[in-house]
């Protein structure tokens, strides 16, 4: 079965630095990939997705994530983050090709934690 | 638009006591998920409906865990009697329908807490 490995379970960052959250998947399949936040309290919400094409990936609030399929990566990055990215973050994914089961698979989640 | 709908927010009940959350996705959307989040780890797809069919419900506790949507539309989680591990959030998602490019959107969650 599919399923990703966030390699790092927090991150603390300052203020309008730039931050990286390293995702990896392990699948023998073409995968779909994706990442969520969830503020707190609240539910997730999609910040990208990648299905297929261009392997870099912009996102909405600033977030983006390239897909490197020969390193099985999907990393997430924003260049300069406020305090309103504190949150957590889920890389998610879905086997493609072959089958009907879309079920989406979560990782561990990171928890990004701004700091002024 | 409105969100996927979720209730109660909150709730505490002790051991072997029953719960049930509600759950009513956006509007047209024929796929419903129900996943549970234990604090520290993601989200565990618990059950899939296409309409008011099962899809999947591989990981769902058939002992102690229920779920139905029996008009389609809204959804129920049941859970009697409940133990110690079940304290977990229970999120409530729908998509318009199924597949990669089918975005899932999650309600805010149902805390649940077993004492």
């Known amino acids: 079965a599919q399923s990703v490995t966030q390699l790092d379970s927090q991150v603390p960052v300052f203020e309008e630095a730039p931050v990286e959250l390293r995702c990896n998947y392990s699948?023998?399949?073409?995968?779909?990939l994706f990442w969520y936040v969830q503020y707190p309290n609240q539910g997730l919400q999609l910040l990208l997705k990648y299905l297929s094409g261009s392997t870099l990936v912009k996102g909405i609030n600033g977030f983006e994530a390239e897909f490197n399929k020969s390193q099985t990566s999907f990393h997430l990055r924003k260049p300069s983050v406020h305090i309103s990215d504190t949150a957590e973050y889920f890389c998610?994914?879905?086997?493609?090709?072959?089958?009907?089961?879309?079920?989406?698979?979560f990782g561990a989640g990171t928890t990004v934690t701004v700091r002024a | 638009e409105a969100g996927v709908a979720q209730s109660p927010r909150y709730k505490i009940i002790e051991k072997r006591q029953s719960v049930a959350f509600w759950c009513n996705p956006i509007s047209g959307h024929a796929t419903l998920y129900w996943y549970q989040q234990i604090l520290g780890q993601g989200p565990k797809l618990l059950i899939q409906f296409q309409n008011n069919g099962v899809v999947d419900d591989s990981q769902l506790p058939k002992d102690r865990f229920s779920a139905e949507r029996l008009k389609g539309v809204d959804s129920t989680l049941k859970i009697q009697p409940a133990k110690l591990e079940d304290s977990a959030v229970y999120l409530c998602?729908?998509?318009f329908g199924t597949g990669p490019g089918n975005t899932i959107y999650f309600g805010e969650g149902s805390w649940l807490t077993v004492v």
């Open positions: 998602a729908s998509s």
């Open positions: 699948s023998s399949v073409s995968v779909y």
């Open positions: 998610a994914v879905i086997k493609a090709v072959g089958s009907n089961d879309y079920k989406l698979s």
